[in-house]
């Protein structure tokens, strides 16, 4: 059974950064995605930024140049750096692993509030 562990959550100003951390346990099949989604109250679900165990990465346009992506493929850990914070980026965030076949992984969500 997999398992996702998701941190880094929390309160900042505008323009301020935050780093949310993502942990994978279990049977993980080498070869996926890792990624965050965020959904906003009233709005839907959306792809913030995805990365593949090969390193190609993917962003919603309206993070590219702020948020960056990274993983460690060693310890199933995925992370997304995100700077120049604005309000319209508070949600709740995801961390998600999808396995292909094998299955579609959910973390429980970490909260990010932007405000002054």
């Known amino acids: 059974q997999v398992q996702l562990v998701e941190s880094g959550g929390g309160l900042v100003q505008p323009g301020g950064s935050l780093r949310l951390s993502c942990a994978a346990s279990?049977?993980?099949?080498?070869?996926?995605?890792m990624g965050w989604y965020r959904q906003a109250p009233g709005k839907q679900r959306e792809l913030v930024s995805i990365?593949?165990?090969?390193?190609?990465?993917n962003y919603a346009d309206s993070v590219k140049g702020r948020f960056t992506i990274s993983r460690d493929n060693a310890k199933n850990t995925v992370s997304l750096q995100m700077n120049s914070l604005k309000p319209e980026d508070t949600a709740v965030y995801y961390c998600?692993?999808?396995?292909?076949?094998?299955?579609?992984?959910w973390g429980q969500g970490t909260q990010v509030t932007v405000s002054s």
């Open positions: 998600n692993l999808d396995l292909m076949i094998f299955g579609n992984y």
């Open positions: 279990g049977s993980i099949h080498r070869f996926n995605a």
């Open positions: 990365i593949t165990s090969v390193g190609t990465t």
